[in-house]
């Protein structure tokens, strides 16, 4: 099989806080229509992508996984999600702030709605000046506050505030409080769940003009009260290098803004890549068949475990890209170590 980097079809969602940004960025006509999110990669059943470019254009991407889940997500991952999809990527235009609410985590979501967990994580790509979003508690609050200030609308005055730049970027494990405000365009990488538990909507209407549903119990028993002393993510960005942002259980996202041909090789990790082009557009060259994609500035790619080896060419001058993948060198040395002892016993 000659596996290729994959493209899609957009998958935008009209949402009541979306804004305007997120078609032109994308490079189509821009609309009246207030797009919030647009789904570059998914799984979900209830929005899965369609794929655009080469032999599968025009089929959906979880019946291709389906059919060839261990060249598209690798070994390691195919065996841990049982050929699943576990990861889901958005691009965010925040024109109002979205609710406060809060994810649960694997266990709640499995058992509440059969459901993976939803942990996250944001990448500012433009904010307006005073631009801020919410994230965990500033301080310590016992369920019984909470309850009382979601009742009193006052529960906003004991979330950590932070005001963001371009190129900020936050964790958001489950259990953590947030809200995206408006101003804010960003990247978001989360696991694939769309499990969210609203605590806090501001009272306002939806898009059909009835009052958006609250799930204040659920987020009570999902909240996690601990407070950090940080919760913006510091990192050192260095051109033509990249930077690792985050490394979690869930996924591992790597930053880079290069301005020359640059050459990844993400072999060793037996995962799929999804490669954001946060801006400039690029080529995408993979080494093992010469297949060539031209990535253009606010779409995405899955490039498949089978050819995880491959150059990005900035078309521009320069590009930035955001990379998810699933880290599983931890697992692949701790199956090498077993199997060393076994064979040492035998």
């Known amino acids: 099989m000659m596996f290729y980097p994959l493209l899609f079809e957009p998958n935008l969602h009209p949402v009541v806080w979306g804004g305007s940004q997120l078609r032109p960025y994308k490079g189509l006509e821009p609309s009246e229509e207030p797009i919030g999110e647009s789904w570059e990669v998914s799984a979900v059943p209830s929005s899965k992508s369609v794929i655009s470019n080469g032999v599968w254009q025009g089929r959906d991407l979880v019946s291709v996984i389906g059919e060839h889940p261990e060249g598209i997500l690798g070994r390691a991952v195919n065996g841990k999600y049982h050929g699943q999809l576990p990861l889901l990527v958005k691009f965010i235009d925040a024109r109002r702030d979205l609710s406060i609410q809060v994810h649960p985590n694997d266990e709640m979501a499995l058992r509440e709605h059969g459901k993976m967990g939803k942990s996250e994580m944001w990448y500012i790509i433009k904010a307006e000046p005073g631009a801020h979003l919410y994230a965990g508690f500033k301080q310590t609050i016992s369920p019984y506050e909470y309850q009382k200030r979601v009742e009193d609308g006052s529960i906003t005055e004991v979330l950590a505030d932070h005001q963001v730049k371009a190129g900020d970027v936050f964790y958001l494990p489950a259990g953590r409080v947030h809200a995206i405000c408006g101003g804010i365009l960003l990247a978001e990488v989360q696991q694939s769940s769309d499990v969210t538990y609203r605590i806090f909507d501001y009272n306002r209407p939806g898009m059909d003009g009835k009052p958006r549903e609250l799930h204040t119990e659920l987020a009570a028993r999902a909240l996690d009260y601990h407070v950090e002393e940080n919760y913006r993510t510091e990192y050192v960005d260095v051109r033509n290098r990249a930077v690792q942002i985050i490394d979690t259980p869930f996924f591992d996202v790597r930053v880079m803004e290069i301005s020359k041909d640059f050459h990844r090789d993400l072999r060793k990790y ?77």
Do not use: W
Request: hydrophobic content about 40%.
């Open 270 to 346: 037996d995962s799929f890549v999804i490669s954001m082009c946060i801006e400039g557009d690029c080529r995408i060259r993979v080494r093992s068949t010469g297949e060539e994609i031209t990535l253009r500035q606010g779409t995405s790619t899955l490039i498949p475990a089978a050819i995880a080896d491959y150059d990005v060419i900035p078309l521009e001058g320069k590009s930035r890209l955001l990379d998810a993948f699933i880290d599983n060198r931890e697992t692949s040395l701790t199956n090498l170590i077993t199997k060393f002892l076994h064979l040492s016993q035998v």
